[in-house]
């Protein structure tokens, strides 16, 4: 449609229009604007907890703990998930985007509301953490700014869904939409069951905290809350995952080994993903076993079934890749000689390992619904979902952004050489971060504390030496963790302001060139992903029996 | 690639590699164990929760508490009443901003219907150090048959933020030898 302003991508030969372009842009940079501020607060979370440096007195520790779930949780990730929309529907597809102007509003809807929220909190009257767990009550506009968020981000989908009803019409590109764009499809289906979900229960929720409605239950309110709180964890799978396989693609030219597997594998998330409300109701009165049960494991566990899969397709791919390049020397020349220095390569990598290993098994275990008797609001949840929403989510769309920055910003990075360091310094902060607050859950600490100690109690309980030492560990972490992400924030911000432009040059680190043959059953050889696979499987099944022992252990429940 | 439509028009025709298909079904049959698993341990396990709940108000919950603190108080802790109630009767903890009341004394090896309900807001029972985690609502009764198997000083902390005392909120139940 050259009637509409747009440029030729000098690396793809994509025709990029002005108006997706400027979309994401304006998205993505918010996205970091709010990372900043929820990653600062994370920071001071973490120095609280650390309790040698119990940094903030408790109102104030409560108040940021409320701000860093809200701008980090939900903020930026979606911020960032629109532009991801955007990204894998007019730019993939070559096509313009559907109704700009109603994507602007969109963006402004957002904008306002999460600005609404977070003056919510920092006013003080709504340190309600960001489940804001009823009859517990917040501002009203705490709940009025989360509602137009909500709406705003509903119009991104539908502007996303019109323009793939678009680019089909106008025929820009043949047959079925690229595996991201499917990816980013399962995202928006899911979206809008969680919007729908926030939809049910916040409008109330404002309506109760305006005082036109007398009570809501606590139990409903749970159920219900969570078909959005958790479900939006699972637009962030589908994100992140398609994530991978994009980056996979751009920087090693890799193709999915098999598009009807990858696809089924995100088939899964839409058909089970939604039933995890269950997840946070293990151990709540009133709610039945078979109900738990059913459930809790996405029917059968088939949503796990389908990140399993992810789990062995897109390591599959790259190394079906890198092998086609030539490294084919042993189980795993393929992945030592992989470009480990470029920040959306090894970003993309730690990701993928640290979502299954740790958030991945830690997540299943915690919600077998026996085992979550022994973590239920402990520290290890926390622990599990820093796991899966940092080191999953965040630390792949901060390797995405390492692509945008060139493809979309049009901009040389600033500062190469620390952002080649940059993905490790934050990955194995967050790898720490994780696995010590998963400690310390398993050995009781509860999470969302201000204080452990028991200073100000009238009756005291003393945790172990080591849960201290834990929360020490984890504050070490955090600190790496933020020295990172403050790191990340710079480097994107600085290219994208004075970074140099790339005008019609190729673009180094990028392999627009497809490295494997499509799919071949007869051809793949993937020996390295297999042992990567098998470890992750043995880890898998001896953690899940060890918590089965440990649940074993205390005292007999009926 | 992943960022192009696939070459092949009828991709849905292709065959899936070996190795996918034996990872998809060791997958899929480890989740079809794991959903057994919890089923098993409801038959066989020992740690399960009853499903045993009701409604009720604060009040009455309250009334229950305080008639049992009245019949079964042994002696006083830092202004908590401390209960003996005897093996296999009914117990009552109420969870209110910022204490768990009252201090409860059980004897090792003997069972308990433990009722868990809230006066206010949301609060969270977790039992330390062995580690059991509810959750406790206002205007549900919660009930828990407990059978405490060592002898001991327990704590039991509030584990779901309840506001600017929640760290505060800090319980015991003792378990002696019989």
Request: aromatic fraction near 14%; include cysteine.
């Amino acid at each position: 449609m050259s009637t509409f302003k747009h440029r030729v991508c000098p690396a793809t030969g994509l025709r990029i229009h002005n108006s997706a372009e400027n979309l994401i842009k304006a998205n993505a940079v918010t996205a970091i604007v709010f990372l900043a501020v929820g990653g600062f607060f994370g920071l001071m979370v973490a120095l609280t907890r650390w309790p040698a440096v119990h940094l903030l007195p408790a109102d104030w520790f409560y108040l940021v703990l409320t701000g860093h779930g809200l701008d980090v949780l939900l903020v930026w990730i979606i911020f960032f998930e629109i532009a991801v929309l955007y990204f894998a529907s007019a730019i993939l597809l070559n096509s313009r985007l559907a109704a700009p102007r109603w994507a602007w509003a969109g963006f402004a809807l957002m904008l306002v509301g999460a600005i609404m929220t977070n003056v919510a909190v920092l006013q003080g009257n709504s340190s309600v953490m960001f489940t804001s767990y009823v009859p517990m009550q917040a501002a009203p506009h705490f709940y009025l700014g989360l509602i137009l968020f909500a709406v705003g981000a509903l119009i991104g989908c539908f502007v996303f869904f019109g323009t793939l009803v678009i680019a089909k019409e106008e025929k820009t590109y043949q047959g079925s939409v690229p595996l991201v764009t499917f990816g980013a499809i399962t995202a928006a289906i899911i979206a809008v069951f969680t919007i729908a979900s926030g939809a049910i229960i916040l409008v109330p929720t404002f309506l109760w905290s305006v005082g036109w409605i007398g009570s809501i239950d606590t139990l409903m309110y749970k159920t219900i809350w969570w078909a959005m709180g958790h479900s939006s964890q699972q637009i962030n799978v589908s994100a992140h995952v398609a994530i991978w396989y994009l980056i996979a693609a751009v920087v090693l030219g890799a193709k999915p080994l098999s598009e009807k597997v990858s696809r089924m594998a995100f088939l899964m998330y839409i058909l089970f993903l939604q039933l995890a409300s269950a997840h946070h109701l293990l151990v709540e009165p009133g709610i039945s076993s078979e109900w738990k049960i059913f459930n809790t494991s996405y029917a059968l566990y088939l949503a796990v079934l389908g990140s399993m899969l992810h789990g062995m397709t897109v390591p599959g791919s790259i190394e079906a890749a890198q092998r086609a390049r030539g490294y084919t020397n042993g189980l795993f020349e393929w992945l030592r000689k992989a470009p480990w220095g470029n920040p959306a390569f090894s970003g993309m990598f730690m990701s993928l390992v640290m979502f299954g290993f740790l958030g991945g098994i830690s997540g299943v275990v915690m919600g077998t619904e026996q085992i979550n008797i022994i973590m239920h609001n402990t520290i290890y949840v926390p622990g599990h979902f820093h796991a899966t929403v940092v080191a999953g989510t965040t630390l792949a769309f901060m390797a995405g952004t390492y692509l945008l920055v060139p493809l979309i910003f049009q901009r040389e990075l600033i500062m190469k050489g620390l952002a080649r360091w940059q993905p490790y310094l934050f990955g194995l902060g967050v790898m720490g971060i994780s696995v010590f607050m998963m400690g310390a859950g398993t050995l009781g600490v509860p999470r969302r504390v201000w204080d452990i100690t028991g200073a100000d109690a009238a009756l005291k309980y003393d945790y172990s030496g080591a849960a201290y030492l834990m929360m020490g560990l984890n504050g070490i972490s955090a600190i790496m963790a933020a020295l990172g992400g403050f790191l990340f924030i710079a480097i994107i911000v600085g290219s994208v302001l004075f970074g140099k432009r790339t005008g019609d040059k190729p673009l180094e680190g990028l392999t627009m060139t497809t490295a494997t043959k499509y799919g071949s059953a007869e051809s793949i050889r993937i020996p390295g992903t297999v042992v990567l696979v098998a470890v992750f499987f043995t880890s898998f099944v001896l953690y899940y029996f060890v918590n089965w022992k440990y649940l074993a252990e205390v005292w007999p429940l009926r | 690639m992943a960022i192009h439509p696939p070459p092949q028009r009828i991709w849905w025709n292709e065959p899936i590699a070996r190795t996918e298909i034996v990872w998809i079904v060791v997958a899929f049959l480890w989740g079809l164990l794991m959903f057994s698993a919890m089923i098993y341990w409801h038959m066989e396990g020992e740690q399960n929760l009853s499903n045993e709940s009701y409604r009720i108000t604060p009040e009455l919950f309250a009334e229950k508490a305080n008639a049992m603190v009245e019949k079964y108080q042994v002696r006083e802790e830092a202004g908590f009443p401390v209960v003996r109630p005897p093996p296999g009767s009914d117990v009552y903890m109420i969870a209110r901003l910022w204490q768990w009341w009252p201090i409860i004394e059980f004897e090792k090896d003997q069972t308990y219907r433990l009722h868990l309900s809230s006066m206010d807001w949301q609060h969270g029972f977790s039992l330390q150090p062995v580690n059991i985690n509810l959750q406790v609502h206002p205007n549900y009764d919660m009930v828990v048959t407990m059978t405490p198997n060592k002898a001991g000083e327990y704590g039991v902390v509030c584990n779901e933020f309840c506001g600017i005392g929640h760290h505060n909120m800090i319980g015991k139940i003792y378990v002696t030898e019989n």
